[in-house]
Nanobody, 114 residues
Framework: QVQLVESGGGLVQSGGSLRLSCAASGSIFSISTMGWHRQAPGKQRESIAGISSGGSTNYADSVKGRFTISRDNAKNTVYLQMNSLKPEDTAVYYC????????WGQGTQVTVSS
């Protein structure tokens, strides 16, 4: 059974930075694709960053150049470094593990004040 636990969310001013972490249980982390998604109030959940088991990354245009996804397989953890935050980045951020099916964390709130 895979469980994902996100942390690192909070309130930050526009232009600030936050680092989200997602710790995974189980033994499939290192061979799984990991992703970060977010859902703002009244909007659909959107994929913003992904990293393959081999370390290849991809980003949504809305965060490219500001956010960086990385992983530490020794710690079963994926990170999302978020810089130059904007009020429109305010959302609940979710971690996702894909290996045959999707597993989701409970989400962490990020609020960016103007």
């Amino acid at each position: 059974q895979v469980q994902l636990v996100e942390s690192g969310g909070g309130l930050v001013q526009s232009g600030g930075s936050l680092r989200l972490s997602c710790a995974a249980s189980g033994s499939i982390f290192s061979i799984s694709t990991m992703g970060w998604h977010r859902q703002a109030p009244g909007k659909q959940r959107e994929s913003i960053a992904g990293i393959s088991s081999g370390g290849s990354t991809n980003y949504a245009d809305s965060v490219k150049g500001r956010f960086t996804i990385s992983r530490d397989n020794a710690k079963n953890t994926v990170y999302l470094q978020m810089n130059s935050l904007k009020p429109e980045d305010t959302a609940v951020y979710y971690c996702c593990l894909f290996y045959g099916r999707e597993y989701w964390g409970q989400g962490t709130q990020v609020t960016v004040s103007s």
